[in-house]
């Protein structure tokens, strides 16, 4: 009888982790934060791939190679470096507001990627490496939002 109410009493608790784990910016969070001991940047790469596409609408969905070098670039940048709080909460948020671009404003789009390239640059990444990876989010962006959604500048 102890073991089932403990057990009962638990399951709040793992449900509360299950649907954590399920919930895909918490894992992108996850996985950029895990990029400062990330012994393989390859396979977070791949991690990091796969959040994005769960944030992806499935409609407005960028290629693959194009998310797999993004994710590379930010892997390289923020590799070994610790990031703030609230710079990886800005990182992430960055990044799926990309993903969830299609159709909405394109000063924003801008501001987006302006602003993910700067807290890359706060969290210690190079001039040249958080440029890279910015200019990278763009190209996913691209992608998402679609030829209309880029004037020439």
């Known amino acids: 009888m102890r073991k089932t109410a403990l057990f009962l009493a638990a399951i709040p608790m793992l449900w509360a982790q299950s649907a954590g784990d399920r ?79 299609a159709g909405t404003s394109t000063v924003g789009f801008w501001e987006t990627v302006r602003d993910f390239e700067e807290r890359l640059a706060k969290a210690g990444a190079s001039a040249n490496r958080a440029a890279q990876a910015a200019a990278a989010l763009e190209r996913v962006g691209q992608e998402v939002r679609g030829p209309e959604g880029f004037p020439v500048r």
């Open 23 to 101: 919930d895909p910016l918490q894992a992108l969070k996850r996985d950029l934060q895990a990029l400062r001991t990330a012994p393989d940047l390859a396979a977070m790469a791949t991690r990091l791939r796969a959040d994005m596409l769960l944030l992806a609408e499935k409609t407005h969905e960028p290629k693959v190679p194009t998310l797999h070098q993004f994710a590379r670039d930010v892997g390289e940048a923020l590799a070994g470096r610790t990031v703030a709080p609230e710079d990886l909460d800005r990182l992430a948020a960055d990044i799926q507001h990309v993903m969830q671009s």
